[in-house]
């Protein structure tokens, strides 16, 4: 089964306002979430580390004031799309694992269509 | 950064047939995983490997690590149409460390014909 759900699946929302997508670690914590971003017809790339109790780690290029990340539970990260603009419409998923160096299990993704 | 490079990129193959994909990189990885995506829904792994030259099986899928550990290759065995969807390569950089950060492949579409 299931042991990274993802929430919401999909949102569409008008351009100027937020988002957020929620991650949770099920019957397992996790200090360390990792957030991806899916183009169409494109391939994974990871836009950030998910740390909790303290501040993520962005890739480069990634925008840390517009994707706001809180890890604010060992089960639970959150990812807020600040602002969002039609070009931030992609796929978004969440990935943790169970154990230090285990394979990561991912969530179902978000699909964000922003108009 | 490590780069993955993937083939196919896609593949069209008759119910019942074998396939195989292949995954290289410029440098070491001391993991390979593989994944299958389904439209609209995030990746799932199907086999991890973590030492050169290891042969795992997963019951129609095979994937092997590479003894130069720069390759690997997943075969599946008598396809059938739910084996459609994207299959990804992906390792963590070398050291792994806490931080279990993966780079993906580009991806191959399978699309099999009933």
């Known amino acids: 089964g299931a042991v990274v759900s993802q929430h919401p699946s999909w949102v569409i929302c008008k351009s100027g306002t937020s988002v957020k997508i929620e991650c949770r670690s099920l019957d397992f914590q996790a200090t360390t979430m990792f957030w991806y971003r899916q183009f169409p017809k494109q391939s994974l790339m990871l836009m950030a580390t998910?740390?909790?109790?303290?501040?993520?780690?962005?890739e480069q290029g990634v925008e840390k004031d517009k994707f706001l990340i809180n890890h604010a539970s060992l089960t639970l990260s959150t990812l807020t799309v600040t602002s969002a603009h039609p070009e931030d419409s992609s796929f978004y998923i969440c990935?943790?694992?169970?154990?230090?160096?285990?394979?990561?299990?991912f969530g179902n993704g978000t699909r964000l269509t922003v108009t | 950064g490590q780069q993955l490079n993937q083939s196919p990129q896609s593949m069209f193959i008759q119910e019942g047939e074998d396939v195989s994909m292949n995954c290289t990189s410029s440098?070491?990885?001391?993991?390979w995983l593989w994944y299958k995506q389904d439209p609209g829904e995030g990746p799932v792994l199907l086999i991890a490997?973590?030492?050169?030259?290891e042969l795992t099986s997963n019951g129609r899928l095979t994937a092997q690590f590479g003894i130069t550990r720069k390759d690997s290759f997943l075969n599946i065995s008598a396809s059938i149409p739910s084996d459609v969807g994207i299959y990804f390569c992906?390792?963590?950089?070398?050291?792994?460390?806490?931080?279990?950060?993966?780079?993906f492949g580009k991806g191959t579409l399978l699309t099999v014909n009933p």
């Open positions: 990935s943790a694992n169970r154990e230090l160096n285990s394979p990561l299990h």
């Open positions: 440098s070491i990885f001391n993991t």
């Open positions: 992906a390792g963590p950089p070398r050291g792994g460390g806490s931080n279990y950060k993966l780079t």
């Open positions: 490997l973590y030492k050169a030259g």
């Open positions: 998910s740390n909790e109790g303290s501040k993520a780690t962005y």
